[in-house]
């Protein structure tokens, strides 16, 4: 029998399901402006007006049972039911009048007990490409055998939400229904958006099941000893993460279950701002047919890509399957995190390099979600900007963050894993006096971690936030790892040092409600 999609009142009668690489381009390349062929062989793809995620337009059903568990607020925006339908119509609507749909019927995580079957309905073969890379595809057999699906996504993302639908900000609506176990996107072309949205669903799907959904990368050691790092964009976590000496098991997305750990996409989502074949070889060597190119710049005649260009966005991107990576664990599933690596560019130059964490530091530091953001091309914006993200990826998390900060601190507990917080930001000084620690440091720090290089090294408790740093690591000079030895003028240390604290101290107030005593007491003082 022919596949159809008439269940959900789709009409359409060409539909692609699961299309080969080679056809989706094809059709691209004929039907979607914008679209080109790198001379790689990337898929080069524009997404429109919007070339990020729309955080602020995304809205969640607020409904029994679902409700109780959800953090609402400013992250975790409240919709009746009533606009969601509208808003699921209007996308309806808008496939009907389409020629050809697409259809991704795929896997999100590579443990088979926890892994949910999802589908995907959308307009562009962009977007399908797209999800085939970042999903985890199914064998023939699978296929035959998917049945129905667990979540299904409605893209209609080319046509806009009615602005005068209540409750909406925008033109741009992304909508998650739990109960329906759907998700409606409109007026965005953002491919990230669907993938985000599938994460989502797994940070609120997983708790329910004693698992720690992570916004995190992940690699493995000839050993089988495992590392997650945790950090918000500009950290690191994507380049350190891809590691000669260990296998990726993921870049982006994790989840810590009784039995290990597992990635819950298909592949990965890079950055290619000023990507480089010396820089990050793994990532620039996986651009190549089958990979997605979002918004980049490329000469229209040799059609090279200008990795440095960012006049159409600073957040360009490359989307391709993770076995496009060379040094990769297949099946993406491995042990018990021996290490939990907390990354922060801290752009004010007072965090140590490397310092080890108690369990209740690492809760704290974890709900804080810390990192700088340097000084931008703003006029009068001279100095770093704090920014805190709740389990280092707010704008994704369900629950209250103390509910995944529990969790976290349990798996730390009882698998006996070390955690550590890296700072890959400046030295001897703030962002515009100091200089960015040196990438070859950073990596020495992660492997002296791996190698259990501190093992019997003396610490100083750094006495601002008690943190035990190590005075000294393989391949990085002694100073290096006091920061505060590394600023010529040592009271400006001490003032910009009080000023972090401050910053820390504030932002946590919104959680000390939710938290236990014991990680309030594990701030900074």
């Not at 690489?21 to 979607?32: D, F, H, T």
């Not at 380049?239 to 000669?244: I, Q, R, V």
């Not at 159409?312 to 060379?326: E, G």
Request: glycine residues 8%; proline residues 5%.
């Amino acid at each position: 029998m022919a596949f159809n999609l008439e269940k959900y009142q789709i009409y359409v009668k060409t539909i692609h399901r699961n299309t080969s690489v080679p056809e989706l381009y094809e059709i691209a390349l004929r039907s979607e402006k914008g679209t080109a062929i790198s001379d790689v062989g990337a898929l080069l793809v524009y997404s429109g007006e919007k070339t990020g995620r729309s955080p602020k337009d995304k809205r969640i059903v607020k409904e029994s049972p679902s409700e109780s568990h959800i953090d609402w607020g400013a992250i975790n925006i409240p919709l009746d039911k009533h606009t969601f339908m509208i808003n699921r119509e209007r996308a309806l609507d808008y496939l009907n009048t389409r020629e050809r749909v697409f259809v991704v019927d795929a896997f999100a995580g590579w443990d088979p007990h926890y892994r949910l079957k999802c589908r995907v309905i959308c307009t562009r073969a962009y977007h399908a490409l797209f999800m085939q890379n970042m999903l985890i595809m199914p064998t023939e057999e699978e296929l035959a055998d998917f049945g129905e699906p667990d979540y299904v996504i409605f893209n209609g993302g080319t046509f806009p939400a009615n602005r005068y639908t209540s409750q909406m900000t925008s033109r741009t609506s992304i909508d998650l229904d739990l109960e329906r176990k759907e998700i409606v996107i409109l007026g965005t072309e953002y491919a990230g958006e669907m993938k985000k949205g599938i994460f989502s669903v797994m940070n609120y799907l997983m708790p329910l099941e004693n698992v720690m959904p992570m916004h995190c990368s992940a690699n493995v050691g000839k050993e089988g000893d495992v590392s997650v790092l945790f950090g918000l964009s500009g950290t690191g976590k994507t380049t350190l993460s891809a590691d000669p000496k260990r296998k990726l098991i993921g870049d982006d997305e994790h989840c810590w279950t009784d039995t290990g750990v597992f990635n819950i996409e298909g592949g990965c989502y890079a950055k290619a701002i000023d990507l480089s074949a010396e820089k990050e070889p793994d990532i620039f060597n996986a651009i190549r047919f089958g990979t997605v190119l979002e918004n980049v710049v490329y000469n229209k005649k040799t059609r090279e890509v200008n990795y440095h260009d960012t006049s159409i966005t600073q957040n360009t991107r490359a989307s391709y399957p993770i076995h496009f990576i060379d040094n990769v664990q297949i099946p993406c599933v491995a042990g018990h995190p021996s290490h939990v690596i907390f990354l922060t560019c801290d752009a004010f130059g007072v965090l140590p390099p490397v310092s080890l964490l108690t369990p209740e530091q690492a809760s704290y530091h974890f709900i804080a979600g810390y990192t700088a953001k340097v000084a931008g091309t703003e006029m009068g914006v001279t100095e770093p900007e704090a920014t805190f993200s709740a389990c280092f990826g707010a704008a994704f998390m369900m629950w209250h963050p103390n509910k995944y900060a529990e969790l976290l601190a349990e798996k730390i507990r009882d698998h006996n894993a070390k955690a550590w917080l890296v700072n890959t930001g400046w030295t001897g000084g703030p962002f515009g006096v100091g200089s960015r620690i040196k990438l070859k440091y950073t990596r020495a720090i992660i492997d002296a971690i791996h190698n259990g290089d501190f093992e019997g090294v003396k610490t100083i408790s750094e006495p601002h936030f008690g943190l035990k740093v190590p005075v000294a690591c393989p391949n990085v000079p002694d100073e290096v790892l006091q920061p505060r030895d590394t600023w010529e003028d040592h009271t400006a240390y001490d003032q910009t040092m009080a000023k972090l604290v401050h910053l820390f101290q504030e932002n946590f107030k919104q959680f000390e409600e939710g938290v236990h005593p014991d990680i309030v007491a594990a701030g900074p003082k």
